[in-house]
């Protein structure tokens, strides 16, 4: 790492709550209030923003690793806090805020760059939903997985029945959301809400590896891979069409691809460099 990207590295880890820490390419965003099971609070959800806003924007970052600390991704909402009252804010400040921390799942799904989460211990209500954004999701063994917003009187936020409406279809949706159960970490996978399980021990490594192998890859390649997937949640199968046509064209042109294509023909692993 040179001496600019660790400038910038360190300055990214200001935020006590939300620690980031930039490696070969791979930018690690961690939640850091174990003490509640990271629940969110309004710290937390400003540093998620301007994390994943960063993300996006840094043309060194070329992958994404969300996490929480001390063994739970995140509990969604701090309920406790919540129970506890605050000063009343009228409606429209109240929505206001939650819509300005729920940017942080939008940008996590919209950018062109690929994004892990990392579950263990819990992901629940909005700290699933955090989850749901991203593109892929690795979970340990013990971790429990549940929508829980029923539970606690509320309709869910940060994107979650959006997310989940569209990995499983609306029935399975309306299920999980409805009912609330506490899923298992197979049985998430076995409906198609994580990616793979692992090992409590072994689930650190396992997110990392997986990341860090995104953040080496062909990084322009993934980005239009990622969009054309989001353009087939809502565009025409016409202008699908139009924008895989556009992408791969130009992924074509890239240093990445043609350095993929001579590897090919020498039969050895190709080395990408994001260009």
């Known amino acids: 790492m040179n001496l600019t ?11 006590s709550i939300v620690l980031q820490n930039l490696d070969n390419g791979l930018l690690t965003i961690t939640m850091n209030r174990p003490e509640r ?4 609070n309004p710290d937390m ?10 993300a996006a924007e840094d043309h060194e970052v070329r992958a994404v690793l969300i996490k929480g600390a001390g063994g739970t991704f995140c509990v969604g909402g701090d309920v406790k806090s919540m129970a506890e009252g605050r000063a009343p804010l009228p409606f ?17 799904h919209q950018m062109a760059k690929p994004v892990v989460a990392q579950l263990d ?6 700290g699933l939903s955090i989850a749901l954004s991203c593109d892929l999701r690795v979970a340990s063994e013990s971790c429990k997985i549940t929508t829980a917003f029923a539970k606690v009187g509320f309709s869910g936020d940060y994107g979650g029945t959006y997310f989940l409406t569209q990995l499983l279809g609306s029935a399975k949706a309306r299920e999980l959301y409805l009912t609330s159960p506490v899923l298992t970490a197979q049985e998430a996978h076995a409906l198609g809400v ?18 860090m192998s995104l953040a080496q890859g062909p990084s322009i390649a993934l980005g ?13 199968l016409e202008d699908c069409f139009d924008g895989e046509a556009i992408h791969h064209t130009r992924c074509g042109e890239t240093a990445d691809h043609k350095e993929a294509a001579k590897a090919f ?5 190709p080395v990408f460099k994001g260009a």
């Open 121 to 126: 211990g819990a992901a629940a209500g909005a």
């Open 194 to 211: 994580v990616t793979k399980v692992v090992p409590d021990a072994q689930i650190d490594a396992a997110a990392r590896e997986l990341a």
């Open 37 to 40: 099971r990271n629940a969110l």
């Open 265 to 269: 023909v020498e039969k050895r692993k």
């Open 45 to 54: 959800t400003r540093g998620l923003v301007e994390a994943a806003r960063r």
């Open 224 to 236: 239009f891979i990622k969009r054309n997937i989001n353009n087939a949640e809502h565009l025409s």
């Open 92 to 108: 429209e400040a109240k929505l206001t805020n939650l819509r300005r921390g729920m940017e942080v799942s939008r940008i996590l």
């Open 5 to 15: 990207t660790t400038k910038k590295a360190k300055a990214m880890t200001e935020n």
